[in-house]
């Protein structure tokens, strides 16, 4: 078995929504949690995903934790990296995303990779380099409300330049169109230009796969899970992958636990769903400052609850309660209020029982994972696209992880999650 391809995603749930798109298409699969210590983790895997809780982290942390994943990914042999990203950006003028870019790309001693974080199965589209939330343009979209990225700019050129000294250009949706010949040559056009950075419109997965084909040999691709679709044929068309289907799911008893940080719309309706049928506790702005007494009032509720049904926590809020939260204990605590109290949650239901567990947000996900000691996941089948089920491998005790990203999954999420296991 080979390591073919590589990935460094900049929080866990986008990890997950990439190592999901791979093992969909047959790839053996492997996430880790942080840069892993050794080599012992890549075995028998065809693609290893490195998830780093990067994404709101300060730029030089963000940078170095990146470069670390790279050199442990080429250390154990993987081919191509893609620096994975959110489909909806989620990097303000300020972020992450281009210092990250600039840094890999120097790194390997290239001077061109694609912007491509488009994922229409859950209607991510970019046209005209400006990038679509459905119908609507990212700015116009719910994400402008987003506590800690909110997007305000829906021009992948502008986020790109503001964030880059690099020259960025533009691969049309014309030229996609007119197959990866002419995605190659305009590539190649752009690199005579001085161009560093090329943001590549796509509406379909078709046009996804265009792309694929046109940078098979770009040694760094940057973009959401949905630019990942089309490298693995590439690897195939050599001999170097397997291909074997993926629908297995983890075989894990125990209690289910919803655990939810997301204030997006539909992490909201999923919820509205289910909180008038399951237990549910809804975490206010006022219980956010309770502090260990407070997780232990939770512990105590799930614990003594006897219902045969989920058990939902969540701190999920309108734009409304959010900004009271917000004002009453700042952007970033309040955040850290959440992801501390649903974290410390997580881990003492899991010692009682709780070990099939789904989590809501890539911020709360990535809280949740570290707080449980979460070092490697098998990747399974989706729940949804982009949100697959995982068993964690070298837990203490067994247990089964759902790491979904606020955005996605349909009204019946939840239902879905827990309906699919045995």
């Not at 809020?317 to 959440?338: H, M």
Request: hydrophobic share 40%; with cysteine.
């Amino acid at each position: 078995m080979t390591v073919v391809l590589g990935a460094i995603a900049d929080d866990f749930t986008g990890a997950t929504d990439l190592a999901s798109t791979w093992a969909r298409q047959g790839l053996r699969v492997v996430q880790t949690i942080g840069v892993p210590d050794d080599a012992t983790v890549a075995e028998g895997a065809e693609a290893i995903v490195v998830a780093l809780k990067s994404r709101t982290a300060p730029t030089d942390e963000a940078v170095a934790e990146s470069l670390a994943a790279h050199r442990w990914l080429k250390s154990v042999g993987a081919q191509q990296i893609v620096f994975k990203y959110c489909s909806t950006f989620d990097s303000t003028p300020t972020g992450n995303i281009g210092p990250v870019a600039d840094a890999l790309l120097d790194e390997i001693g290239e001077t061109f990779t694609v912007v491509c974080p488009a994922f229409p199965t859950n209607r991510r589209t970019v046209y005209q380099g400006h990038l679509f939330v459905g119908t609507q343009l990212l700015s116009d979209s719910p994400m402008r409300h987003h506590p800690l990225t909110p997007m305000r700019d829906s021009s992948l050129i502008r986020l790109m330049e503001t964030q880059t000294g690099h020259p960025v250009g533009l691969i049309p949706l014309t030229v996609v169109r007119s197959g990866a010949a002419s995605v190659s040559k305009c590539i190649a056009d752009l690199r005579a230009e001085g161009v560093v950075y090329a943001v590549t419109d796509a509406l379909t997965d078709d046009d996804l796969l265009t792309i694929g084909v046109a940078i098979k040999d770009l040694p760094l691709v940057t973009g959401g899970s949905g630019i990942g679709m089309g490298l693995p044929q590439n690897f195939g068309d050599r001999g170097l992958l397997a291909r074997p289907a993926t629908t297995w799911v983890p075989h894990v008893s125990g209690r289910e636990l919803v655990l939810a940080g997301s204030c997006s719309a539909a992490t909201r309706a999923q919820l509205a769903d289910v909180t008038h049928e399951w237990p549910s506790r809804k975490i206010t702005t006022d219980e956010l400052a309770g502090g260990p007494e407070f997780v232990d009032q939770l512990v105590q509720w799930a614990r003594d609850n006897s219902s045969p049904l989920p058990v939902v926590v969540y701190a999920s809020a309108t734009p409304e309660e959010l900004l009271e939260s917000q004002a009453r204990y700042g952007t970033l605590e309040a955040g850290r209020k959440v992801e501390e109290i649903l974290s410390g949650l997580a881990t003492r239901l899991q010692k009682g029982g709780f070990s099939r567990i789904v989590v809501a947000g890539g911020e709360t996900s990535g809280a949740v994972s570290l707080a449980l000691g979460v070092r490697t996941l098998r990747i399974g089948a989706e729940i949804a696209p982009g949100v697959p089920w995982c068993e964690v491998v070298g837990s203490e005790r067994p247990l089964a992880v759902a790491l979904k990203s606020g955005n996605f999954g349909g009204p019946t999420f939840f239902r879905d999650a827990f309906g699919m296991l045995p």
